[in-house]
């Protein structure tokens, strides 16, 4: 039976991760190891978590490196065949979730990972459920399964986007790589959200910031011009649109170090590749569902319907 190691990074969130942890236990496929990444607790995470999971490994950081550097940590030192990846505040809604996520990649060689459903407490559900799996362009970090030897040949997150954004980069590698990335509609995981540690504009900055520097690091030289002005302008709209309108120039001012970010880690992938990349992400982006209404509900199947014959990922390019 293939093995499956999680990682589960945390800060200050002691009872979340204790619900995490217990639910994660509770999976009907055993998970060989799991390893919670505490990147610089002080609300008693670590007492908590030895005292109520001895089974469980425990690390603490000794400072806040953040959440990408702290799920490199935990995939350098676990040795799964599969990495599975819930936050400390997320969890399989069904015990035999992961079970079915580890079946779909023993049956699928061709696949890097795979992207569960989330459903979040505010009513968000990614897909529509009862959907057949369909190639998306990334994953979720709060759900999701990836093969040890597929994440190996590309090579970890750029610790450097610090927060968010590196599923996107990564899952572009792997398309690159000739790899797929699937959801799996009907694997739910739940996840609450906690509010501990969120910060509406600090997310926006580096989701501007970060989606710049991908595409300095990935796409292709013919196509980088256009593509990265695009990012700017559709990430400016949305933060006219919701956001701290000082973003922009906070990511202005970031420009020189986005620049060096990117080029240091500059990889691009094939031309083919990166336009697969971009038609997964205009025709197969979440959507509100659920509690959704029904025009939204119809729209949202639409776009996330799979996609029987999808054009050939591009080789190599990495």
Known sequence: ???????????????????????????????????????????????????????????????????????????????????????????????????????????????????????????????????????????????????????ASVGLYMPELYRQGEEKDRCLRLMGAGFRVVALPDVMVYHDKSEKGRKPGLERFY????????????????LLPWRFARAWIGNSWKNLRHGPRLTDLKVLAALPEIVRIGRKHRAPVSAEAYRRWQHLAATAAPGRVGNAPESSVERSVVALGPHPNPPPLGGGGN
């Not at 992207?115 to 459920?129: Q, S």
């Not at 989701?207 to 013919?222: F, S, T, Y």
């Open 207 to 222: 989701n501007h910031r970060n989606d710049l520097i991908r595409e300095v690091a990935r796409c292709p030289a013919g």
């Open 1 to 151: 039976m293939a093995s499956v190691s999680a990682v589960i990074a945390t800060y200050n969130r002691a009872p979340e991760l204790r619900t995490a942890l217990s639910r994660l236990l509770a999976q009907s496929h055993a998970v060989a190891e799991i390893l919670v990444v505490d990147d610089g607790s002080t609300d008693g995470t670590d007492a908590m978590v030895r005292t109520e999971f001895p089974s469980v490994r425990y690390v603490r950081l000794p400072h806040n490196a953040g959440l990408i550097y702290a799920r490199n940590f935990g995939f350098v030192n676990t040795t799964g065949d599969y990495v599975l990846s819930v936050d400390d505040d997320s969890w399989f809604e069904e015990p035999d979730g992961l079970a079915r996520a580890v079946a779909y990649l023993e049956s699928h060689a061709d696949t890097a990972g795979v992207a569960c459903n989330i459903e979040t407490r505010d009513g968000l559900v990614y897909f529509p459920r009862g959907v057949a799996p369909f190639d998306v362009p990334w994953y979720v970090g709060c759900g999701h399964l990836l093969r040890r030897s597929a994440v």
